[in-house]
């Protein structure tokens, strides 16, 4: 079974960095061929995806966030990190660290739980 769980401070002020980590249990985020993915839920919104960093430890990022995001990893505590820079109050949202599978489609099989991250002075 896998298991997520993401961590990280739960408030940034305006114009820092957001920086989250994904700690995953159960799995090797070096599998082929999965893809460990940020993704977001604004107040009111809908989700988001913001990015992914793959088996083999390749990028992908939204390109609306693309300025702004850096994502990581660290393969021997098995985690993985987001960076989100110059951050405003619409950066406000529950983040999520989740697994996708891409074989036979695009399917997210597992989440963490989500983190409330607030941008505020």
């Known amino acids: 079974q896998v298991q997520l769980q993401e961590s990280g401070p739960g408030l940034v002020k305006p114009s820092q960095t957001l920086s989250l980590t994904c700690t995953v249990s159960?799995?090797?985020?070096?599998?082929?061929?999965?893809?460990w993915s940020w993704i977001r839920q604004p107040p009111g919104k809908g989700l988001e995806w913001m990015g992914a960093i793959a088996y083999e430890g390749s990028n992908y990022y939204s390109p609306s966030l693309k300025s702004r995001t850096s994502i990581s990893r660290d393969t021997f505590k098995n985690q993985f990190s987001l960076q989100l820079s110059s951050v405003t109050p619409e950066d406000t949202a529950v983040y999520y660290c989740?697994?996708?599978?891409?074989?036979?489609?695009?399917?997210?099989?597992?989440w963490g739980q989500g983190t409330q991250v607030t941008v505020s002075s």
């Open positions: 159960g799995g090797s985020i070096t599998t082929s061929y999965y893809y």
């Open positions: 989740a697994r996708a599978g891409v074989v036979g489609g695009i399917v997210y099989d597992y």
